[in-house]
């Protein structure tokens, strides 16, 4: 059994030199950096909140009130509870949350929570040394999907379904969450996670500028045809992403971009290029059902007979020369940014579009940082009417676009470490904070970082959220339509879905793939042979860890018989 390959984790810290951002665009600090555990000390608590002001506290208070409390253990008095997460600090992404229930959570146990930060970058070798040594140090870990298969492969985590019909605990909705991201919860027929962050990519852009009827008609005697307003496949995306690169069609006197990009090695643009390339690569079973998986399709990553990488095929080629073309749609400086940088373009209204998570639709609303909220469009990630059939071996000419549903990120969660001293009462803290209420909470109010994935997200007929809800989270009415129905399209109107790998050493595979695919973006490789390398590392890996191994829990992952 192949041990956690630190070399890699080096590897790419070491040839970036430079901050890594997490998935969320919380950027991690430069160097080695020791842990954190910010006092516990909090000024300024409204209701008990450290809150930015009374709506913010009032609604938390609502949320606290109508969610589902259990009964919990007098036992679980004194004891202390350790959670780690990635540094994002106590008004970040994921790990904002964690300090803003808090207190609330040590009122209603009578235990201790103690939050511990860890770097991005160090994150998956601070935890993995804690599961391989058994310190234990960690009690809770919220931690990124794609860590399950070392996980598994080792045994290193606890399943929760044994605490579901515990009275101590709280009742959360599990039917309620979206069965795509419901599954990275899980492995087989056991839960592991608690319901927390639900990450998906869909594309966003300016509502505003893109429906407007001067530069509609610009972009006709231009292109000599109509725009493709509703930009259906990635072709049109570049189309109008080129039109608009170095016009000023923001009226402040300089050229601006089609496009805005994080295309820096250690910026997670890999997740990007997954999300854009699926349409390309899969593609769906012609008989009943149309998802099933089998050697030629659904499928994205591996030959799942033989676990030989596909990452080099005709499809993922042709998705990277079109993430090519976007790359000259806008700043030069796009090859050096991560995500901070890249939404900032957008944000700040430079951009005529960028595709993204759903924090760019939280962020677009924040008016300390965006310039365009009640400007905001958003859809579901474009398709391709060209995708590659590799039963075929040639590209397929489609009426309709072919549509592929992701869930690519983290989706950012909780799951029980073996060596938890308390694991009852650590299950107590998954399940309080997946309670509808509380969870729908932190969806609503942008700034945690937690994307929307269940019916209570979502809008009639998907669910039973009501935009008022947004608008009293700081969200305009028409931008939250826009944002939430792109996310319900990709969850729901999409037929199929892209794989999420999440075999042991996908961080180590994906971490390779980035360089590679920033070798093709910078110009040093051609695509094919960029992506010919990603095999060959690839391959290397998979023999490192054990092929057999590797190949059942790859079957075992994406449903494959």
Same mark, same amino acid.
């Not at 956690?4 to 810290?13: A, E, K, R």
């Given at each position: 059994?192949?041990k956690?390959?630190?070399?890699?984790?080096?590897?790419?810290?070491v040839?970036t030199?430079?901050?890594?951002?997490?998935?969320?665009?919380e950027?991690?600090?430069?160097?080695?950096?020791?842990?954190?555990?910010?006092?516990?000390?909090?000024?300024?608590?409204?209701?008990?909140?450290?809150?930015?002001?009374?709506?913010?506290?009032?609604?938390?208070?609502?949320?606290?009130?109508?969610?589902?409390?259990?009964?919990?253990d007098?036992?679980?008095?004194?004891k202390?509870?350790?959670i780690?997460?990635?540094?994002?600090?106590?008004?970040?992404?994921?790990s904002?949350?964690?300090?803003?229930?808090?207190?609330?959570f040590?009122?209603?146990?009578?235990?201790?929570?103690?939050?511990?930060?860890?770097?991005?970058?160090?994150?998956r070798?601070?935890?993995?040394?804690?599961?391989?040594?058994?310190?234990?140090?960690?009690?809770?870990?919220?931690?990124?999907?794609? $860590?399950?298969?070392?996980?598994?492969?080792?045994?290193?985590?606890l399943?929760?379904?044994?605490? $579901?019909?515990?009275?101590?605990?709280?009742?959360?909705?599990?039917?309620?969450?979206?069965?795509?991201?419901?599954?990275?919860?899980?492995?087989?027929?056991?839960?592991?996670?608690g319901?927390?962050?639900?990450?998906?990519?869909?594309?966003?852009?300016?509502?505003?500028?893109?429906?407007?009827?001067?530069? =509609?008609?610009?972009?006709?005697?231009e292109m000599?045809?109509?725009?493709?307003?509703?930009?259906?496949?990635?072709?049109?995306?570049?189309e109008?992403?080129?039109?608009?690169?170095? &016009?000023?069609?923001?009226g402040?006197?300089?050229?601006?971009?089609?496009i805005?990009?994080h295309?820096k090695?250690?910026?997670?643009?890999?997740?990007?290029?997954?999300?854009?390339s699926?349409p390309?690569?899969?593609?769906?079973?012609?008989?009943?059902p149309?998802?099933k998986? *089998?050697?030629?399709?659904?499928?994205?990553?591996?030959?799942?007979? *033989?676990?030989?990488?596909?990452?080099?095929?005709?499809?993922?080629?042709?998705a990277?020369?079109?993430?090519?073309?976007?790359?000259?749609?806008?700043?030069?400086?796009?090859?050096?940014?991560?995500?901070?940088?890249?939404?900032?373009d957008?944000?700040?209204?430079?951009? @005529?579009?960028? $595709?993204?998570w759903?924090?760019?639709?939280?962020?677009?609303?924040?008016? *300390?940082?965006?310039v365009? =909220?009640?400007?905001?469009?958003?859809?579901?990630?474009?398709g391709?009417?060209?995708?590659?059939?590799m039963?075929?071996?040639?590209?397929?000419n489609?009426?309709?676009?072919?549509?592929?549903?992701?869930?690519?990120?983290?989706?950012?969660?909780?799951v029980?470490?073996?060596?938890a001293?308390?694991?009852?009462?650590?299950?107590?803290?998954?399940a309080? =904070?997946?309670?509808?209420?509380?969870?729908?909470?932190?969806?609503?109010?942008g700034?945690?970082? @937690?994307?929307?994935?269940?019916?209570?997200?979502?809008?009639?007929?998907?669910?039973?959220?009501?935009?008022?809800?947004?608008?009293?989270g700081?969200?305009?009415?028409?931008?939250?339509?826009?944002f939430i129905?792109?996310?319900?399209d990709?969850?729901?109107?999409?037929k199929?879905?892209?794989?999420?790998?999440?075999?042991?050493?996908?961080?180590?595979?994906?971490?390779?793939?980035?360089?590679?695919?920033?070798?093709? @973006?910078?110009?040093?490789?051609?695509?094919?042979?960029?992506?010919?390398?990603?095999y060959k590392?690839?391959?290397?890996?998979?023999?490192?860890?054990?092929?057999?191994?590797?190949?059942?829990?790859?079957?075992?992952?994406?449903?494959? &018989?």
């Open positions: 059994m192949k956690l390959t630190i070399f890699m984790m080096v590897f790419v810290f040839l030199g430079v901050a890594v951002y997490a998935s969320k665009g950027k991690a600090e430069e160097g080695a950096v020791e842990e954190k555990a910010p006092p516990k000390e909090e000024a300024g608590l409204i209701m008990g909140f450290p809150a930015a002001n009374e709506q913010e506290a009032r609604l938390a208070q609502e949320a606290f009130e109508a969610a589902d409390k259990g009964n919990p007098p036992a679980w008095k004194g202390k509870l350790t780690a997460v990635y540094s994002a600090g106590q008004r970040g992404a994921i904002g949350p964690l300090y803003f229930w808090r207190n609330k040590e009122e209603i146990t009578g235990a201790t929570l103690d939050i511990v930060e860890i770097p991005f970058a160090e994150l070798e601070k935890i993995f040394t804690d599961l391989m040594t058994g310190a234990g140090r960690y009690d809770l870990l919220i931690n990124c999907s794609n $860590f399950y298969g070392d996980y598994i492969l080792n045994d290193w985590i399943p929760i379904d044994d605490y $579901f019909d515990d009275p101590r605990m709280p009742e959360w909705d599990r039917e309620s969450i979206s069965p795509a991201v419901a599954a990275l919860y899980k492995w087989g027929d056991h839960w592991y996670g319901n927390n962050d639900h990450d998906a990519q869909v594309l966003y852009y300016r509502k505003d500028i893109i429906e407007s009827a001067e530069w =509609q008609a610009k972009f006709k005697q000599g045809h109509d725009m493709p307003v509703d930009m259906e496949t990635w072709e049109d995306v570049v109008v992403a080129e039109f608009f690169h170095g &016009k000023d069609w923001n402040d006197g300089d050229s601006d971009n089609g805005s990009l295309l090695v250690g910026g997670q643009g890999y997740f990007h290029f997954m999300a854009m699926a390309y690569v899969v593609i769906p079973y012609p008989g009943d149309i998802t998986v *089998t050697r030629y399709h659904n499928v994205y990553w591996f030959d799942p007979e *033989t676990m030989d990488p596909i990452i080099n095929s005709p499809g993922h080629v042709r990277l020369e079109i993430l090519l073309k976007l790359s000259k749609a806008g700043s030069t400086a796009m090859w050096g940014w991560s995500l901070g940088e890249a939404w900032a957008f944000l700040s209204g430079n951009a @005529v579009m960028c $595709f993204s759903g924090d760019v639709g939280s962020l677009s609303q924040d008016p *300390t940082q965006s365009i =909220q009640g400007k905001l469009g958003a859809r579901g990630i474009p391709t009417r060209h995708p590659y059939d039963q075929k071996g040639r590209f397929l489609l009426d309709e676009p072919n549509m592929v549903s992701n869930q690519a990120g983290c989706s950012w969660h909780p029980i470490s073996k060596y001293k308390n694991p009852d009462l650590a299950y107590y803290f998954i309080w =904070q997946a309670t509808p209420s509380i969870n729908h909470w932190n969806v609503y109010m700034w945690t970082g @937690v994307d929307p994935g269940t019916t209570y997200d979502w809008f009639p007929p998907y669910g039973k959220a009501k935009v008022e809800e947004y608008v009293a700081g969200y305009d009415a028409e931008d939250a339509r826009n129905g792109a996310y319900q990709n969850f729901y109107n999409y199929i879905f892209q794989n999420y790998l999440r075999i042991p050493g996908t961080p180590e595979l994906q971490e390779i793939w980035d360089v590679h695919l920033s070798e093709a @973006v910078t110009g040093q490789l051609g695509p094919q042979e960029a992506l010919d390398r990603t590392d690839w391959s290397r890996i998979i023999d490192d860890y054990g092929r057999d191994t590797l190949l059942k829990l790859y079957q075992e992952s994406i449903g494959y &018989k």
